[in-house]
């Protein structure tokens, strides 16, 4: 079993995919508020984002088992996971206090 560092946890690589999945829940929930066509996502915004995000992290994550050049890590998983979370409650911080 490999060992893991603890600055391997926190590596660029783990913060990018954290910021990126953090601003996709962000502006999904906002754009799921304003828009009109679809009353259902207006008020089940959050849940809908979180869904979508989370799933499409992982099913990612899972695609990689196709390919030879990339690896499967769980580590990238649990922060696209973590990435979600805070972007809702980065959207909980900006639009609700």
Known sequence: MPKISGDYL????????AFVFCILVLLMIVGFIKQHR???????AVTYS???SISYGLILEIMQLLSSARMVELLDAGA???????????FLL????
């Open 38 to 44: 679809f009353p259902i996502l207006r008020t089940k």
């Open 80 to 90: 696209n996971i973590a990435g979600c979370i805070s972007g809702w409650l980065l």
């Open 94 to 97: 900006i639009y609700r206090l």
């Open 50 to 52: 979180l869904v979508i």
């Open 10 to 17: 926190l590596s660029i690589d783990k913060l990018a995919h």
